[in-house]
């Protein structure tokens, strides 16, 4: 089983949709969870970040973890045509200072005009 | 603000030569270094981390190396590349636990 679970879509949607993106996990250790966006050939650029359990929120972006159900959401509201792209979860815990993200596989998202 | 610089953008080697590509971060001192490497469709795959100077832990046995010269710089090598050593190369930095930051990727495709 792998750490980090999400489902790879691809994921189409109608503009003005509102998206939801999921990871599961079963490091009960993990506290900090991310959220990256990557557009075609470029690197991944981080979106959210949130430490421990809770709702985070940032314009049409929210991130929610919910840590007794090993379970981190993103939700994009208002779903523009400039959303698509592949979104990644990324988590990490307290014991691993290194600083080495364990990436969920990415979810390819697509939102038609 | 900090910045990474990632280069070259994109690279076609033929199969046994050498490689190199370079990473070099500004605006923060003693990052967490990382190179990572992600094939077409699919997630992102660790292949080295370093945390400081010299310092360098690798993921995964393949047919790659990496060196930290200096504090913000990280390289990533080969000696000889095989037609599987294509794929798009990210180096990244963090300064703990949580946000890493990315470079713009270096697509290199194997001949």
């Known amino acids: 089983q792998k750490e980090v679970e999400q489902d790879p879509g691809p994921l189409s949607v109608p503009e003005g949709a509102i998206v939801s993106l999921n990871c599961t996990y079963s490091?009960?250790?993990?506290?900090?969870f991310m959220w990256y966006r990557q557009y075609s050939r470029k690197g991944p650029e981080l979106l959210m970040y949130t430490y421990s359990s809770g709702n985070k929120e940032d314009g049409r972006f929210t991130a929610q973890v919910d840590k007794s159900s090993k379970y981190i959401s993103l939700f994009i509201r208002d779903s523009q045509p400039s959303d698509s792209a592949t979104y990644l979860c990324?988590?990490?815990?307290?014991?691993?200072?290194?600083?080495?993200?364990?990436f969920g596989q990415g979810t390819e998202l697509s939102v038609k005009p | 603000s900090q910045t990474i610089h990632q280069w070259p953008a994109t690279l076609v080697q033929p199969v046994g030569s050498p490689l190199s590509l370079e990473c070099t971060v500004e605006?923060?001192?003693?990052?967490?270094l990382y190179w990572y490497r992600q094939a077409a469709g699919r997630g992102l795959q660790l292949l080295f981390y370093s945390v400081g100077i010299g310092q360098i832990s690798s993921e995964v046995p393949q047919n790659l190396s990496a060196s930290r010269p200096q504090d913000r710089q990280f390289i990533l090598s080969s000696k000889k590349l095989l037609l599987s050593d294509s794929g798009f190369y990210l180096c990244a930095w963090s300064v703990g636990p949580a946000e890493a930051f990315f470079g713009q990727g270096t697509r290199l495709t194997v001949v």
């Open positions: 990324a988590m990490n815990s307290i014991y691993n200072q290194g600083g080495k993200l364990i």
């Open positions: 490091n009960s250790a993990f506290q900090y």
């Open positions: 605006g923060t001192s003693n990052p967490n």
